[in-house]
């Protein structure tokens, strides 16, 4: 079989294209450390980067959520603290004011100061979360505590707090609704309270020690209701370890598929050089020969 010089020379261009089409490759990927680039490169590994890809984005979603839980249930937590030491702090006045050595100048220091009690519980039960929103109103996103004309307060919310979605159909409540913790149409802290206050001003010894009582029932609510927010706070602990470990695991399985394996992309790229050089060489030898000399 006899082979044509143009067919010589078309051999020989379209090995010389193939390797220095091979050799930039290798030159791209060592310097940019990516051996899949596109479909092209790798369908297989291709496909499998983009579902860890969608998978990375949406666990980025469900940490964001967790995060931004963590940070309400941590102001909850703060704001439940500041509760307990107003009640313990209301406790001592009721205990103070159960002693029938009091005169009437003594029981307005006390009234005054249960004032301030109230004042500050009021301010907490009003506190607004990371998002601007009020962390006792429950359903409502409006002010969780009004007070009345007549001094007392009432629960202006309703229903539960909306649960924060984190993953796998699984969600949280990051707060509590106000009527677990202050109470709501006269009952729980503030109607402790506001007993606590008529009782002072009867100057009713009894009706003082029944509001004491009803004071550590609030305070033992709030204990409780604090003790949920942090269980809550350490199931999400767990959860965003585990988030963390499968954005670990993505990474490395990421890698693997797409990174290059750098002492392999190296040998072959010398042996692709080498190659593409002894064929460069001998294609201009080729070239440069005359019909005598090839004739010869």
């Not at 703060?78 to 009640?87: C, D, H, N």
Request: glycine share 8%; proline share 1%.
């Amino acid at each position: 079989m006899r082979i044509s010089t143009n067919q010589l020379y078309s051999h020989a261009t379209s090995q010389i294209t193939g390797l220095s089409i091979d050799a930039n490759r290798l030159q791209t990927q060592i310097a940019t450390n990516k051996r899949v680039d596109a479909p092209s490169d790798d369908a297989t590994a291709w496909r499998r980067i983009q579902t860890l890809d969608r998978d990375g984005a949406n666990a980025k979603a469900d940490a964001a959520n967790v995060d931004l839980a963590q940070t309400i249930l941590g102001e909850t937590d703060v704001a439940l603290s500041g509760v307990e030491k107003q009640l313990q702090h209301a406790q001592e006045l009721a205990l103070q004011a159960a002693s029938d050595t009091l005169n009437e100048t003594d029981r307005a220091a006390i009234s005054a100061e249960l004032d301030g009690v109230v004042d500050e519980l009021f301010s907490l039960a009003n506190q607004t979360d990371v998002r601007g929103q009020p962390l006792f109103a429950g359903a409502t996103g409006d002010t969780a505590y009004v007070k009345q004309d007549d001094g007392t307060i009432r629960f202006a919310g309703s229903g539960e707090p909306a649960a924060i979605p984190i993953g796998n159909g699984d969600s949280v409540q990051a707060s509590v609704s106000g009527a677990r913790v202050f109470g709501s149409d006269g009952d729980g802290a503030f109607g402790a309270l506001a007993a606590l206050a008529s009782a002072l001003q009867a100057g009713d010894t009894g009706a003082i020690g029944q509001a004491a009582d009803a004071i550590g029932d609030a305070l033992s609510s709030v204990g409780a209701t604090r003790a949920s927010v942090g269980a809550r706070a350490i199931r999400l602990d767990y959860v965003a370890e585990r988030f963390d470990t499968a954005a670990t695991t993505r990474t490395e399985s990421r890698s693997a598929l797409e990174e290059v394996d750098m002492t392999a992309a190296i040998a072959e790229l010398q042996k692709t050089l080498t190659v593409l050089d002894a064929t460069q060489s001998s294609f201009t030898k080729l070239t440069s020969l005359s019909l005598f000399d090839y004739l010869r």
